[in-house]
């Protein structure tokens, strides 16, 4: 049996006694429930293994586990395993740490058999403290038949603009695109993230004809495949480094090679490093999508499907236990 195991990071006193459970019920109250991107892995695996018909079973006591078990844990921070004691060898991912660096005994201390991440640039950074065999590549597959293009082609603006980077970008990049998009007489809207409901997003992506990514780095990058998914083509910055605030205290601020596109190819859109950039890629993009040379959609299904990643996951299982499920 397969036993996948999830579990937020443990709640914390802020101001005063207690508010780690009021704070959370008043975010609900006001903004609604929000799944955060590490459960949204969680779920989606669930989701395939549903779809392909594998059995699981979720957040079992760890001292249920027999041995024939095999262990998948996605939980967010390394204490998810405190209680682990069992010799079951591990699939672990993708957040147990923010950095290897923060936790160079994990082989040591648990029998973790592979550590998984969403994409080549993110696993090459822990390749160099856990090594080539234990790391591995693993995507979250995205649910094409719920992000799927509207019947109705009639789109109400150009583009939307999806804002993940922060506000010291604002001069240099966010508000060039903006400007430039109003001088030559485009519309447009902006989600940020962080503050929106997932309905919302859906009827945007589903009135928009093209979509504007701002984001510095993505492991993954859930939000963007989405809209591949509703066939909405992508004009991504990708400028091409990982640009974490903590990766001088990691890295002594060596640069790392990372996307904010990493799963994309030439049917998806168009990247630009930079405002510059960007003047110059738009109108081929905007020609390029006019005649019909993306099909954003077709990819995400052929490479990113909850039937693909879950084939995938099951290649991961039976390298790790080297027997079939």
């Known amino acids: 049996m397969i036993h996948i195991y999830f579990k937020p990071l443990p709640l914390k006193d802020r101001y005063f006694f207690g508010d780690r459970y009021l704070i959370p019920f008043l975010k609900k109250l006001m903004k609604g429930k929000r799944v955060s991107g590490i459960e949204k892995v969680f779920i989606n695996l669930c989701k395939s293994f549903d779809q392909m018909g594998i059995a699981y079973k979720k957040n079992q006591k760890f001292r249920s586990l027999k041995a024939e078990d095999k262990v998948i844990v996605l939980g967010i921070g390394k204490d998810i395993l405190n209680a682990y004691q069992q010799p079951n060898q591990i699939i672990a991912g993708i957040a147990l740490v923010s950095h290897p660096s923060e936790w160079t005994t994990m082989l040591e201390d648990y029998p973790i058999a592979k550590y998984l991440q969403h994409s080549a640039w993110a ?3 822990y390749i160099s403290y856990y090594g080539q065999k234990v790391c591995d590549v693993w995507f979250a ?4 038949e719920k992000w799927k293009p509207p019947v109705n082609e009639n789109k109400a603006f150009d583009f939307l ?4 980077i922060k506000s010291k970008y604002d001069a240099d990049l966010l508000m060039p695109i903006k400007n430039q998009l109003e001088a030559q007489g485009y519309t447009f809207k902006e989600i940020i993230y962080g503050h929106y409901k997932e309905k919302e997003y859906f009827n945007l992506l589903s009135d928009c004809k093209a979509m504007i990514y701002l984001s510095e780095h993505e492991s993954q990058g859930f939000a963007y495949q989405e809209a591949m998914s509703m066939n909405v083509p992508i004009l991504a910055w990708n400028q091409g480094y990982w640009l974490d605030p903590n990766l001088g205290k990691w890295n002594n ?9 990493p799963y994309f190819n030439a049917y998806c859109g ?8 960007f003047k110059d890629k738009l109108p081929l993009f905007l020609s390029r999508m006019v005649g019909g040379k993306y099909q954003p959609r077709q990819y995400v299904i052929e490479n990113l499907s909850l039937a693909k990643s879950a084939k995938r996951m099951l290649q991961i299982i ?6 079939e499920v």
């Not at 168009?270 to 950039?277: K, Q």
Request: proline letters at 6%; zero cysteines.
């Open 161 to 164: 603009i999806y804002n993940k």
């Open 253 to 261: 601020n060596m640069p790392i090679p990372a996307s904010s596109v």
């Open 318 to 323: 039976d390298e790790v236990y080297e027997t």
């Open 270 to 277: 168009e990247t630009f490093v930079d405002f510059a950039a």
């Open 141 to 144: 597959g995205i649910e094409t």
């Open 123 to 125: 696993e090459a950074i």
